[in-house]
């Protein structure tokens, strides 16, 4: 390495030029970088010219400690709603965590309680999971409190719980997809929320009926807020507004929200989405036996007028109240089972039958409103396997909820559009440049 410093060093000399005295110094400098601490030569022996002027340098050149680059652990975001009988164990399950060491330590710790009694049906339950499917961290909203949760840490020192009152910022997330087999797998596959699934469900579902109408090609875009805390996705909101495509025809809706604080969907001529009865009583399921006159009772062994609709579900999923009503009946009425009646503004009354059990709060006299939970699909009574018995009456008079005329909700008043129309057009726009940016990818 000496002789191969003599000999760069010679080749500069013979240069003899200002400029060489630079590069002298500043090669010998990158040379001796690599040892790490070197000095510096100017002056050297040899028989060449030697008109300039010469001293010794001597100067201590050093690096600067390398610092190492630490990547962020790769994490897994999993959500999951809480189910009717669930466990924090059976709902880990759900979320694919493989291991339960937290829970096992989080059992005997008195500040991790609410995870073990506060699992309310619907709760979203958020983890952070690694891509060994361990368990990194989990976040437990509590009850009545949208802002505030359990955080549940892994960290190297065990097991750290913090009940916090979160720092939530909105954003807005807009995406699009195709329908290949169903609506959850569609959002699945296009990183969407199954709460947003559902609220599509609840704003097309007058128009659109989820368990027979969809076909492979439908198309959906939607905007949707996204609430965060520390960059971390804790929740879905409201659905901004969505553009529904099914069997060729085209359903758009705008969220709006009056001075009073009322919000709904809206088409963008401004008419109101929400029909006074959703279409069905469950978010996701399939037409098992439909309205007739006759049908053949598979327990009973007889032909009998069957004058509802019946829904195929597991065990568990949640009923929902299809209009505003009072609760008219609550508790067991013969081959029903458990069964609800409510009693909806004019002639309309709606049962719900074969449940599993009863929402809290849901007692004779008590208000509901349209999408309100009041029990769980069942087979109690005279049921052959888990569903929901729906009937629909006007006048006491049985009508097919799969095809009877729906009344429809009062129009915004002339103020109110033209605040709407202000306020729908950022956000129409919006889901057009997400269906024509699509459209152009699949071209």
Same mark, same amino acid.
């Given at each position: ?72 652990? #790769? ?15 059976? *709902? ?26 506060? *699992?309310? !049906? ?15 961290? *989990? ?53 969407? !929320? ?48 969505? #553009? ?38 469950? #978010? ?62 004019? !002639? ?42 729906? #009937? ?18 009062? !129009? *915004? ?31």
């Amino acid at each position: 390495m000496i002789a191969e410093k003599s000999s760069i060093l010679a080749y500069l000399r013979v240069r003899n030029t200002e400029r060489s005295r630079h590069l002298l110094l500043g090669t010998v400098a990158v040379i001796g970088a690599c040892f790490g601490v070197v000095a510096a030569f100017g002056n050297v022996s040899s028989g060449l010219d030697n008109n300039f002027p010469q001293q010794n340098i001597v100067e201590s050149l050093s690096l600067s400690q390398a610092t190492p680059v630490v990547e962020n652990e #790769e994490l897994f975001i999993r959500e999951e709603k809480v189910r009717p009988g669930d466990s924090a164990y059976s *709902l880990l399950e759900r979320l694919g965590v493989d291991n339960f060491r937290m829970i096992d330590a989080a059992r005997g710790n008195a500040q991790a309680q609410p995870l073990f009694r506060q *699992l309310s !049906p619907g709760k979203t339950i958020t983890a952070y999971l690694d891509r060994a499917g361990q368990l990194r961290s *989990l976040l437990f909203p509590l009850n009545d409190k949208q802002d505030q949760a359990l955080e549940l840490d892994d960290t190297k020192e065990g097991l750290k719980i913090t009940q916090k009152v979160l720092a939530l910022e909105t954003r807005v997330s807009v995406k699009s997809a195709d329908i290949n087999y169903s609506l959850f797998s569609a959002t699945d596959a296009a990183g969407i !929320p199954d709460n947003v699934a559902s609220q599509l469900i609840d704003i097309f579902g007058g128009d659109i009926d989820f368990h027979r109408d969809l076909r492979k090609g439908d198309h959906f875009s939607v905007a949707y807020e996204t609430i965060m805390h520390m960059g971390r996705p804790i929740r879905s909101g409201h659905i901004l507004a969505a #553009e529904f495509v099914n069997d060729g025809r085209n359903f758009k809706a705008v969220w709006f929200q009056d001075a009073d604080g009322r919000g709904g969907y809206y088409t963008p001529e401004g008419k109101s989405l929400r029909k006074a009865f959703l279409r069905s009583p469950l #978010e996701f399921s399939r037409v098992t036996s439909g309205f007739s006159m006759s049908r053949f009772h598979p327990i009973l062994q007889q032909w009998r007028a069957h004058k509802g609709v019946d829904y195929g579900a597991p065990i568990g999923t949640r009923v929902k109240a299809t209009a505003d009503a009072v609760v008219d009946y609550v508790g067991i009425q013969n081959g029903y089972g458990k069964v609800v009646v409510l009693r909806h503004q004019g !002639p309309y009354t709606t049962l719900y039958g074969h449940l599993s059990g009863f929402a809290p709060g849901i007692r004779k006299g008590s208000r509901v409103a349209q999408g309100d939970v009041i029990g769980y699909v069942g087979m109690t009574g005279l049921a052959s396997g888990p569903h929901l018995h729906y #009937e629909f009456r006007i006048n006491g008079i049985f009508k097919n909820p799969l095809s009877v005329a729906l009344p429809g909700s009062l !129009p *915004l008043t002339s103020e109110q559009m033209a605040r709407f129309r202000s306020e729908s057009g950022v956000w129409l726009a919006r889901i057009d440049a997400v269906r024509n940016i699509n459209l152009a990818s699949a071209d």
